[in-house]
């Protein structure tokens, strides 16, 4: 017979079909199976519809038979007839599902894989020559289609006594750089259909070689036998009063290869504009390579049990990231690849779901399982701060109830929403202190002061904590405070007044200080949010200390130091014998000022520039 040309535009439209729409080789068998499985649920449907065809739904199969060279995937299913053949297959992008499906009154009703009418073509990836022979059901003839990808095909009648149809793969030699018989091999095949195509309703099957012990004898004996490599019923599509915890457990495990077991297991389905169900876990640990860029967010996609990505970044926010799971929905749009999603409407639709589902489950255990959550927030506090400041606080909403700090009156983490519930009669402000140190943030002589007022402060000691109250702003109508850098406002106006009349008075030390500190300080000043602390050392307008110090290990060569402003307490001992001293000794006085400049900068955990000078000038003082 001749030989006919594709329906296409060109060979080259069909050469980008098979070398770039598809990225992995491997997932020519997940489309050759999905096609298997549409033609069985083809069959099945038109059976419902026509009392004259009768089927036993149990005995359909789809079995994987390895050769010499070749593979063939057989199936049950409704099969093609000539016509069928030259439209489906001699025409690129043409999808006997899609076409069957929308010739259904009731189409909505129908779950069809393909519909695009690529997959088929992938097989050309791994094999030099592709034969199909197909028997429609209810016909009484079968045909068998040939073609090698690239010089048309042809069609002729063949032989096959039930109907379905077989696609026999001739694999392409091995290169160096191409193994395509490994295609051939018991264990690549179990591992593919494992992979991308456990949860097809049909079992797949395959004959395999299996070893055991001769009957009286030591000796083994290898056999064959028929095996199904496919466990078929997706564990999020049961309802979850009849899946058990080891159930879930178990394929978390086997999933994700992950020996801790989860916190927490969340199993659900939606209905709407778009419908899908997903499985997702809440780690108890970060996997080793979290932090680094080879970690791969995301969750495992499915479209009607058929993987079509293992890691869909669209469906989960990176501040949620450390989520695992499946998502499995028939309404999603696919474009030609089936491994590329479009971003659409149903796609975002998805997402959102997912991440306020993800929110109200780590809200959940945070109120209900506190230990539970302290255990998780272990392991992932950074990543949800990250959502508190990225996108310059885009998505605070998700997480800012989610974050916890270091309470220096409660001595344990809480949240902003107890912070706030909690806040002392008359408090304005959400007071924090950023560090590294807990108990040298505690130590400080504006947490005393705010400790002696009745008021909490939140101690922060990660080096992202800074940014989340710089990004928030305020919470629940309340202005956050740095202690250690902003005025603390609990100065009445009159306080104020008498403190402006008091450094007018001790203006004259103020310049004695500024004078002998010179360039170490920019400005010095009194104040009265020290308590009994004689100085503090404030940073000037712009960035804090610990901000200096990130942009100084981010990168060096671009950091600027923050200006330093020396704060003393007029009431403290110190500051009066220091005053004393400019009369009755200058030197003596200088020396004072020097050491309560290096104890300030201590007490913000800040670098003596001169250490070994430091430790001579106390040596000096105590003689």
């Known amino acids: 017979m001749a030989k006919k040309q594709f329906k296409a535009e060109s060979k080259r439209l069909l050469d980008l079909m098979i070398n770039s729409i598809y990225t992995h080789q491997e997932i020519f068998l997940r489309e050759i199976i999905s096609n298997a499985s549409d033609a069985m649920d083809k069959l099945a449907y038109t059976a419902l519809t026509d009392d004259k065809i009768s089927i036993d739904r149990d005995q359909m199969t789809i079995t994987l038979t390895p050769g010499q060279d070749s593979l063939t995937v057989s199936d049950m299913g409704i099969g093609m007839n000539k016509e069928e053949m030259e439209e489906n297959l001699g025409t690129i992008c043409k999808s006997g599902s899609l076409g069957f499906k929308q010739a259904m009154e009731k189409s909505e009703d129908i779950d069809i894989i393909g519909q695009f009418g690529v997959g088929f073509y992938a097989a050309f990836m791994v094999a030099s020559n592709v034969t199909v022979i197909s028997k429609k059901y209810g016909e009484d003839t079968a045909w068998q289609w040939t073609s090698n990808g690239a010089d048309g095909y042809t069609i002729t009648e063949a032989h096959r006594d039930h109907p379905g149809t077989d696609i026999v793969m001739t694999l392409k030699a091995d290169t160096e750089d191409e193994k395509y018989s490994r295609f051939l091999e018991e264990y690549e095949l179990r591992n593919l259909v494992k992979k991308y195509s456990d949860y097809i309703r049909y079992p797949i099957r395959m004959e395999v070689t299996k070893s055991r012990k001769k009957e009286d004898s030591e000796e083994y004996e290898s056999y064959t036998e028929w095996e199904t490599l496919n466990s078929m019923i997706p564990l999020w599509n049961k309802a979850k009063k009849d899946v058990t915890e080891e159930e879930y457990e178990g394929f978390y495990r086997e999933k994700f290869y992950d020996f801790h077991k989860p916190l927490r297991t969340v199993h659900f389905s939606a209905e709407g504009t778009v419908s899908f169900k997903a499985l997702l876990y ?41 989520v695992r799971g499946v998502v499995d929905s028939q309404d999603l749009s696919l474009n030609i690849s089936r491994e590329m999603l479009q971003h659409n409407r149903q796609l975002t639709v998805i997402a ?40 310059y606080g885009a998505h605070k909403q998700a997480t800012q109830d989610l974050v916890l700090f270091t309470s220096r009156k409660e001595k344990k983490l809480i ?6 519930a909690a806040m002392a009669e008359g408090q304005e402000k959400i007071y924090y202190v950023c560090g590294q140190s807990a108990d040298r943030l505690a130590a400080l002589p504006q947490v ?68 002998t500190l010179k360039d170490s300080v920019k400005e010095v000043r009194i104040s009265a949010d020290l308590g009994d602390a004689p100085v503090a050392m404030r940073p000037g307008v712009g960035m804090s200390f610990e901000m200096e110090k990130y942009m100084k290990r981010m990168n060096p060569e671009f950091a600027f130091p923050v200006d330093r402003i020396l704060e003393l307490n007029p009431e403290h001992p110190a500051v009066k014998a220091m005053e004393k001293a400019m009369v009755s000794d200058t030197q003596k006085a200088k020396d004072y000022a020097n050491l309560l400049c290096a104890q300030a900068q201590l007490m913000a955990e800040l670098p003596l520039e001169d250490p070994a000078a430091y430790t001579a000038l106390v040596c000096k003082l105590m003689n």
């Open 352 to 391: 959102k779901n997912i991440e306020k589902k993800i929110k109200a489950e780590l809200t959940s255990m945070l109120e209900n399982d506190r230990e539970k959550y302290e255990e998780f927030y272990a392991a992932f506090s950074r990543q949800l701060k990250y959502g508190v400041v990225a996108d």
């Open 282 to 322: 809440i780690p108890g640990k970060a996997p080793y390579d979290f932090n680094t860029q080879e970690y791969k967010r995301g969750l495992q996609l499915y479209s009607s049990g058929v993987m079509i990505m293992e890691s869909c970044e669209e469906l989960i926010p990176e501040h949620f990231r450390f």
């Open 448 to 515: 005393k002061t705010l400790e002696n007022k009745g008021y909490d402060v939140l101690l922060m000691t990660d080096e992202v904590d800074e940014f989340v109250p710089q990004t928030l702003m305020t919470y629940a109508e309340k202005q956050f405070c740095n202690a250690a850098t902003e005025d603390l406002g609990l100065q009445t106006e009159d306080e104020k007044k008498a403190l402006e009349e008091k450094a007018e008075e001790l203006k004259g030390l103020l310049t004695f200080v500024q004078d």
């Open 415 to 420: 949240s902003l929403k107890e912070y706030v």
